[in-house]
């Protein structure tokens, strides 16, 4: 059920999509979409979660924490915010326009941001111990400049699926844009 309604969600829109879309896609009744997933808020939040709640973001943690320079975990965050992008960009697209309309969504993306500013302050913490800025730098700082490069109306979907960049050039170029404004603020 979960993958129909994300590929329902991503083909129509969340408010097109109807619960009994979803259940003839999954070849189940609607009351069993509502039983099992929540309706369509559900199917949404759990979507959400996939996203936030990933494998890759332990990965990324633990990858970070056994760089040893700051250029380590500027490559690793690049390319797990690559990676990030081609696995999860049509549901993070659906929450970001779905939350304009939908209460229920609003919470969820907020909890979202919650997740993501909470796994960039770990990393951010991460550069402090490797020198790479000052204690006045702070986490709140590097997340929202972090957010403002690689973040999901910015980053790669910006780049790529807007501008048809190719992911490498894309890639290096955030990768570039966002140590020179982290070290142009960490130092101001």
């Not at 929540?38 to 939040?45: S, Y």
């Not at 990676?83 to 549901?91: L, P, V």
């Not at 909470?118 to 990393?123: G, K, R, S």
């Not at 910006?158 to 190719?166: C, E, I, Y």
């Amino acid at each position: 059920m979960l993958a129909s309604a994300r590929t329902l969600f991503a083909e129509r829109g969340y408010f097109a999509t109807t619960i009994n879309d979803i259940a003839a896609a999954s070849r189940v009744s609607a009351g069993t979409v509502y039983q099992q997933c929540g309706g369509k808020q559900g199917l949404l939040r759990s979507l959400m979660d996939s996203w936030t709640t990933s494998d890759l973001v332990q990965g990324t943690l633990d990858q970070i924490e056994r760089c040893e320079s700051p250029a380590e975990v500027y490559a690793a965050l690049a390319d797990s915010y690559l990676e990030f992008w081609r696995r999860y960009d049509d549901i993070v697209q659906l929450v970001l326009a779905t939350a304009v309309h939908d209460e229920a969504a609003t919470e969820s993306l907020g909890q979202a941001m919650a997740r993501h500013r909470a796994a960039l302050y770990e990393i951010a913490r991460k550069l402090r111990t490797l020198g790479d800025f000052a204690d006045s730098f702070t986490d709140e700082d590097f997340a929202d400049i972090t957010l403002y490069h690689y973040g999901p109306h910015n980053g790669f979907h910006f780049t790529v699926t807007v501008l048809g960049w190719p992911e490498d050039r894309a890639k290096e170029f955030l990768s570039t844009q966002f140590r020179q404004s982290l070290h142009a603020a960490a130092t101001n």
